[in-house]
């Protein structure tokens, strides 16, 4: 399997990791999204002071208003976030005068 | 570094890989994308019969028509494939009878 394999893959597994857990086991309860930050996006969680933030994020992705987050509506949250790095990454890039 | 933080970082390291190469070194131009997707996703590109496959994808993400994709448009492309290979895993898991 290739880099961008196996990373495709890995989402799908700890998506699936979490949500299997209680109630609906296809999808993620805000409960289970909060365990999934803690272990799995510790350093994001460490930049949000808000409190509310793994609420705020259901309320966002929340499309079919169900309160849980199915993997459809996971995937833009690492999507979004991924984004956000990579600027990161190419600020930091630039900085260091790489091409 | 967690599995899903790896799994973000690859996907920024596997499209500055390609990108860096001729032109644009931030963007993925129509040669660039097909050999990120002839070495990095050749299962998918396997399913894929027709030949324009490539062009078709490029011309589908590139929302702002530069012919190039940034990585914000590359991202969506990657999003939308992960969710197809989660609905065939979730059909897999279900027929395996697992929890």
């Not at 296809?26 to 409960?31: R, W």
């Not at 799995?40 to 509310?52: A, V, W």
């Not at 499309?63 to 993997?71: A, R």
């Amino acid at each position: 399997m290739t880099e961008l394999e196996k990373s495709m893959e890995s989402m799908i597994t700890v998506f699936h990791h979490y949500a299997k857990e209680g109630g609906n086991k296809t999808t993620l309860s805000k409960k289970e999204l909060k365990k999934l930050m803690e272990a799995e996006l510790p350093n994001f969680l460490k930049t949000q002071k808000n409190p509310d933030t793994v609420e705020r994020i259901i309320k966002d992705l929340d499309q079919n208003k169900d309160d849980e987050l199915d993997f459809e509506e996971f995937v833009p949250f690492v999507a979004g976030l991924t984004i956000a790095c990579e600027k990161h990454y190419a600020l930091h890039h630039d900085k260091k005068g790489k091409k």
